[in-house]
């Protein structure tokens, strides 16, 4: 099935013209795709367009948790600004959990969506002090710092970390809030661009996220 093609900053309707896809609300834009439900074989698409450009879950996945979503902003023959995957299943103490993670170029706007943020980056607070929990990409320790959601609709339901991996964004989003405590263990993230056969074993579908 075709991926789903729209904005990165908002859920509104894009268009082609001859300049390039446009949003009704951001105007012209790179645009998103996403999968209308999570397939291995969409997966694949979504590679091809990521062109290299890192799309990270957690690794490895928990039993009884899959891949319920993922999308990429980018061109159809160039710049990749972002990538997004969201894992879903359950813990003891939180129930039903997503955790969805966006490796993003600056301004790009998806991890702020996705957090529920009005303005596109984490803000001028990250970094300041030692970050709340760390996450391993290969054999690099990346630290992650809370981001704010205070006035936001997504204030009480999601928490928000955010730092700098290869010089881009790196947002983790989980829901319900509790569950960011998950991350007190030692994670790590791996491009699944880089896993080769494991793909085949990961398990897809299921409800994906609303962002």
Not at 35 to 46: N, Q
């Amino acid at each position: 099935m075709p991926l789903q093609v729209g904005c990165p900053r908002c859920a509104a309707p894009v268009t082609r013209t001859p300049e390039g896809w446009v949003c009704v609300e951001h105007g012209l834009t790179v645009p998103l795709w996403r999968p209308g439900t999570a397939t291995y074989e969409d997966l694949g698409e979504h590679l091809r367009l990521a062109a290299g450009f890192p799309t990270y879950l957690p690794w490895p996945m928990s039993p009884g948790w899959r891949v319920t979503d993922f999308a990429v902003v980018a061109e159809e023959q160039g710049r990749v600004c972002a990538t997004l995957t969201c894992c879903s299943g359950t813990s003891a103490l939180d129930g039903p959990v997503d955790v969805l993670v966006v490796s993003e170029e600056t301004g790009t706007g998806l991890g702020a969506r996705v957090a529920g943020l009005q303005r596109p980056d984490p803000g001028p607070d990250l970094g300041q002090g030692p970050p709340s929990v760390k996450v391993r990409l290969e054999r690099q320790a990346v630290g992650l710092w809370p981001v704010s959601t205070a006035g936001e609709e997504s204030e009480w339901d999601r928490s928000v970390v955010a730092g700098e991996a290869e010089g881009r964004w790196l947002w983790l989003v989980l829901r319900p809030a509790s569950a960011v405590l998950l991350l007190r263990d030692d994670w790590i993230l791996r491009d699944v661009g880089t896993a080769g056969p494991s793909l085949v074993e990961m398990p897809f579908g299921g409800p994906g996220p609303s962002w």
